[in-house]
């Protein structure tokens, strides 16, 4: 269960899997990659973005996104046709959320888009656990000195997304250019807005 | 289906080490936690990863731990989703530990906090 997996059995059996589909007629290694390209193409971060976004100018919306993350997101569009259940987690004056995967690299693919790979190493899937403060500021991240951490470690079936504070200043702005403002990072936590 | 854990509850983890694949992660084996809320249920994935297509479907429960519990310090909380078949009700006896009171104090907090925010 490292991060990297190029060499991994599994690896070596989906390639073989595939192979033989292919050799059988059962699938073509286009239709394959057909599939795959849309699936990247409908997940980025600019959707977990959209959703902050949404969040912060639509305070029912913000309620319903808390309450049950997957539903709302539908809403947007999002996650349509996914087993999986969205958890939306709030950044507040007192409090600062951070999501990792221990286990493996489980992370909220269809809203961030592919994970980056430091998320998937052993350095931080071992060590935010244990010292968050520390690799949050290793990030940049300064939290103030009371600041309650949770780290949501995505044991099951749940799929984890930090909705970050809306910084100050940002009164006048447009749904589309605060949704400018989140990058993926704010949305696991690693970052603030 | 009636869950086991309310909402408040505490639990303890099972400590074994199976020889199977568990979603148990090994740092928060035989570990003291609180329920925070039901998750929804799902297969076992202990006995699903055999393949088999006989796992029994078990509620999944969004559990707490304190950081110190975990890892002897620290300050910071854990959350994990654990299936119910890797919990048990914590009835320790701990008038002397003032780590339930705390853990207590602060899901009041949060439960306080949450109900208004949501």
Same mark, same amino acid.
């Given at each position: ?5 190029? *060499?991994?059995? /599994? =690896?070596?059996?989906?390639?073989? $899997? ?18 795959? *390209? ?19 100018? *639509?305070? =029912?919306?913000? &309620? ?16 349509? +046709? ?28 269809? $809203? ?40 949501? *470690?995505?044991?099951?079936? &749940? ?15 447009? %749904?589309? %250019?605060?949704? +400018? ?6 949305? /696991? +936590?690693?970052?603030?807005? | 289906?009636?869950?086991? !854990? ?7 983890? !099972? ?78 006896? @701990?008038?002397? @530990? ?6 207590? @104090?602060?899901?009041?907090? @949060? ?8």
């Amino acid at each position: 269960m490292s991060g990297d997996h190029t *060499d991994a059995t /599994i =690896a070596r059996r989906v390639r073989r $899997l595939e192979t033989l589909l292919e050799e059988k007629g059962l699938v073509t290694g286009e239709k394959v990659d057909e599939v795959i *390209d849309a699936f990247l193409a409908e997940s980025s971060p600019a959707n977990g973005a959209r959703v902050v976004a949404r969040a912060w100018t *639509d305070e =029912a919306f913000k &309620s319903r996104l808390l309450r049950d993350g997957t539903a709302a997101v539908r809403e947007l569009g999002y996650m349509d +046709g996914s087993y999986q259940r969205l958890r939306v987690v709030e950044n507040t004056a007192t409090t600062h959320n951070v999501i990792v995967c221990t286990l493996c690299s489980c992370y909220p693919l269809r $809203l961030l888009g592919p994970s980056p790979s430091w998320y998937k190493s052993e350095a931080y899937r071992s060590r935010v656990v244990r010292e968050p403060r520390a690799v949050l500021a290793e990030f940049g991240v300064e939290l103030p000195p009371g600041t309650q951490v949770t780290v949501w *470690d995505s044991s099951a079936e &749940s799929r984890y997304m930090v909705l970050p504070r809306r910084p100050e200043g940002t009164a006048g702005m447009s %749904e589309e %250019e605060l949704a +400018g403002l989140v990058t993926r990072n704010a949305l /696991i +936590g690693t970052a603030v807005v | 289906m009636t869950d086991r !854990f309310p909402p408040g509850t505490r639990v303890r983890t !099972f400590h074994h080490d199976p020889p199977h694949h568990t979603r148990l992660p090994r740092y928060a084996r035989g570990k003291r936690g609180v329920v925070v809320e039901p998750e929804g249920p799902d297969e076992l994935p202990d006995i699903s990863a055999r393949g088999s297509g006989d796992a029994p479907v078990e509620q999944i429960y969004a559990v707490r731990f304190e950081a110190r519990d975990l890892w002897g310090e620290g300050d910071h909380h854990v959350v994990l989703d654990l299936w119910e078949s890797y919990l048990e009700e914590d009835l320790a006896e @701990d008038s002397e @530990d003032d780590l339930a009171e705390d853990l207590e @104090d602060d899901l009041a907090d @949060d439960l306080g906090g949450t109900a208004d925010e949501r």
